[in-house]
């Protein structure tokens, strides 16, 4: 049986930053100043923007894990999300060499993101068996049932996790 993490328990996550009294936008700039000097990091989150306090939350949580995590939109604000362009392309890989493993977050968001699929496959090739899926789901007797592409991937949940990252 699986033990997923759910968006709820993530949302929790998040909202302890802000009543530790740090408001997202402080929160962020925290998760930066913490990592500007950083030219490696434990894991490259491949995330939706539209996912904000999701991603919190899951950076929290791999946070008390004493993990580092790269969150696109965190570290590298001048990147265009609207459109494929080779700058971005071209910073995504550089992150991603810095990166020892990929998580990809798996939301609702996740299958509209231009750029989650093209993350997944290129570290797959750069870095074969470091990549996994982490799904968000509603409840905790919730399956996950991903695009057909992200079964090519390992599925972790919460007893698989720390092992994987490790």
Do not use: C
Request: glycine share 4%; charged share 30%; proline share 2%.
């Amino acid at each position: 049986m699986f033990f997923f993490f759910t968006e709820q328990e993530v949302r929790s996550s998040a909202q302890r930053s802000k009543l530790a009294m740090e408001s997202y936008p402080e929160k962020l700039s925290n998760i930066i100043k913490n990592q500007e000097n950083k030219s490696k990091f434990d894991v490259f989150l491949s995330n939706s923007i539209r996912d904000e306090e999701l991603v919190i939350g899951v950076e929290n949580i791999f946070k008390g894990m004493g993990k580092t995590v790269y969150i696109d939109w965190v570290f590298d604000k001048h990147l265009s999300r609207d459109s494929v362009t080779k700058e971005t392309a071209e910073t995504l890989r550089h992150r991603m060499k810095q990166s020892s493993k990929l998580l990809y977050l798996a939301t609702d968001n996740a299958s509209s993101s231009k750029w989650m699929p093209w993350e997944l496959g290129y570290f797959d090739g750069l870095k074969s068996g470091n990549v996994a899926i982490l799904p968000l789901v509603d409840s905790v007797d919730s399956s996950f049932q991903g695009q057909e592409y992200l079964g090519l991937y390992p599925v972790l949940d919460k007893d698989s996790l720390e092992k994987f990252l490790d």
